[in-house]
């Protein structure tokens, strides 16, 4: 029942002007009982989905005359508990006290759901929305779940949800593949060997599995940047911008907890939550920092023999499949503010190529943006005066950087339209000399 209060808080702050909803999801009470990311990851989801059928939950409410009949429920709690009960999961814990409630007017809701699409002249729920509304192709991609070597193998995962009642397709052979998923089928990924695939909307938050941390739910193009960082075991490894850290526990599978990730970041509370998600999936090789990576010293000799940077640095996330699902049609962000996001991309990135002993560096952001992605890229290149240049990566990937600068097409972009991923960019950059 917690979930659905904070939503409702959620919503009514939101319509107040009382912040972001991301940021009323983020510091809510919920948050705070329930430190989980994947809680409050469903309670993000649950208030993005009933605010994009607001017109429509509003009008079913009244037309049952849900408010009339229960003084008592107050109107935003209201359109979360019929939200999930018309249209989402079914009430997840129970529903509490409010779960009897809706069960006497369940009948009439429905009634009215199904008059509503009558006199509009649609059969779906999503054909209800308002053009600007409904969902464009980021609701199309698929499930991605990264299959956690530190636990488990990919053959392993595979078979338990073939006991499952789930259909093994195969290693997927194209995109094409992907966008015909449906149901209980799931691919293994054309490119990354312990990345599953499943059909958008697949739900696997409660899974076991997921819970037990033999499964990382993580995007496709998020699981790039580690794959093209590539530390061989035994390596020394940066994460300069960690939290929350789906992406450093990448890296200690590929390290097989052989080595040293010195990972940071400035947020206490996201480096908290980071901490229990690498303890549930097992990372035994990582430090935590609290600590603004523009303040490391490139010459403490802690850092001596890292090779490896992973700069995955705050940006605008105008690519990140949320925001896209929150907002969509939303204007990218203002050309101060990615003045501003940019000055500190490029001062990350450069800081990074002063370690003295770095031989590969993975530049990444969830953004859409050029002055995030090739222009921060370009002016490090340039002050780095030739000691490093882009490395040329996964010649077959469909999307490549803008064309701003000779050799911006070794980087890679990722897009819902393009990959069938969230929107992306990321630059391999390798030094071209030797260091003293």
């Not at 009982?33 to 990851?41: E, G, R």
């Not at 705050?314 to 499949?321: A, E, H, N, T, V």
Request: with cysteine; glycine share 6%; proline share 6%.
């Amino acid at each position: 029942m917690a979930l659905y209060a904070a939503a409702a808080a959620v919503l009514e702050g939101v319509e107040n002007r009382k912040g972001s909803l991301k940021g009323l999801v983020y510091t809510s009470s919920f948050q705070r009982v329930s430190s989980a990311a994947q809680n409050v990851k469903q309670l993000y989801a649950l208030v993005c989905e009933t605010q994009r059928y607001s017109a429509v939950l509003d009008a079913v409410i009244a037309s049952a005359g849900l408010l009339r009949a229960e003084k008592k429920l107050r109107p935003h709690l209201a359109k979360v508990l019929v939200y999930e009960l018309l249209l989402g999961k079914g009430f997840r814990g129970g529903g509490g006290r409010w779960k009897p409630v809706l069960g006497r007017h369940q009948a009439r809701l429905k009634a009215e759901l199904a008059r509503l699409k009558v006199h509009r002249g649609v059969s779906r729920n999503e054909d209800l929305l308002e053009v600007g509304s409904r969902l464009g192709p980021a609701s199309q991609v698929p499930r991605f779940v990264r299959v956690n070597t530190l636990k488990t193998c990919p053959d392993d995962a595979v078979d338990y949800f073939k006991r499952k009642g789930f259909s093994y397709q195969g290693r997927a052979s194209s995109l094409e593949d992907l966008r015909a998923l449906k149901g209980k089928h799931f691919f293994l990924d054309p490119l990354l060997p312990e990345l599953l695939v499943f059909p958008a909307q697949t739900d696997l938050h409660e899974h076991p599995l997921y819970q037990a941390g033999h499964l990382i739910l993580q995007d496709k193009a998020s699981c790039l940047p580690a794959m093209l960082l590539a530390p061989p075991p035994g390596s020394h490894v940066i994460d300069a911008c960690a939290a929350p850290g789906n992406k450093t526990s990448h890296l200690a599978a590929l390290l097989k907890n052989q080595g040293k990730i010195f990972a940071f970041d400035l947020d206490a509370k996201r480096l908290a939550s980071m901490a229990t998600l690498l303890a549930r999936a097992g990372v035994s090789c990582c430090e935590l920092a609290e600590e603004d990576f523009l303040a490391v010293s490139p010459s403490d000799t802690r850092y001596a023999r890292v090779q490896y940077i992973l700069l995955d640095p705050s940006c605008s996330g105008s690519g990140m499949l949320s925001r896209q699902l929150e907002e969509p049609g939303a204007e990218l962000p203002s050309k101060e503010r990615l003045c501003a996001l940019a000055a500190f991309q490029l001062r990350a990135l450069c800081h990074a190529l002063t370690f003295p002993a770095v031989q590969r560096l993975v530049y990444s952001t969830c953004s859409l943006s050029q002055e995030e992605n090739e222009d921060v890229v370009r002016e490090a290149l340039q002050q780095s005066l030739g000691a490093f240049r882009l490395a040329p990566v996964l010649p077959s990937w469909p999307h490549r950087g803008l064309g701003t600068f000779p050799g911006a097409e070794h980087c890679l972009r990722a897009s819902p339209e393009t990959t069938l991923t969230s929107g992306f960019f990321i630059a391999v950059i390798e030094r071209t000399e030797v260091p003293r």
